[in-house]
């Protein structure tokens, strides 16, 4: 539910005023409307199996594009300097999982074209938990807002959204990770055999439906987080005219 005029004024008083300069709300309001657009973006590109030819020996995969759209989101943050150091620290580690996530980029190509080598496997599981970690730090970056905002439901929001996505990504990735460990060992078959056959997995459609989760909470949690700021953004020119 978006919050009035008038709740604003009594939830984000006089202490609030100096603390978020218009040019700190069009930063957050910017920003965190591409950081939630580029996650359904990078869902659909990267289930769709595209990729780039950058050289005749070297491909990227599509969703790299998302990528670059979310990191054009976090230099819309970097507007934002009244917050606290907490808010600097989140951005900086958010800057570097998305060069990570750049790194790892061609691994994934290289996995699905040639999946005989335990590295690839290796290399894709350290994407997947960069991700992680990245939805994670933007929900805190969310959380730094709804502190400066005053929004205690919103904020008691943000830090149960942050830790579900810990909880919903890390699990299921997990729980693959230790049966195509023991199935490997039983069979005694190299591992990445096991980890590509990710259809044989018991239940893997929950789990997978599962991994979906976290996206929809920091998809939601950016989205509220932007609506704040641009609600904040007009009352403040509703005030002044």
Known sequence: MEQTEESYESTAGAP????LTPNDLLGLAHGFSRILWSIPLGLFLFTGAMDFAVSLYFRLPSYIVAVLLFLWGLLGLRRVHSLSRQWTHYLHVAFLLVILLIYFSPFVYWWTRFPEGDHFVINLFGMLLAATW???SINRLAEEVAAALQDRFFLIE????GWAVLALMSVPVFLYFVYATLYAGRADIPLHRTLEDIRYFPYIQWYLALALLPLTLT????WKTKERALTLLRVRADKNA
């Open 16 to 19: 609030l005023a100096p603390s």
């Open 134 to 136: 990245l939805l994670w």
């Open 158 to 161: 943000c830090r149960l959204s």
């Open 219 to 222: 998809i939601a949690i950016a």
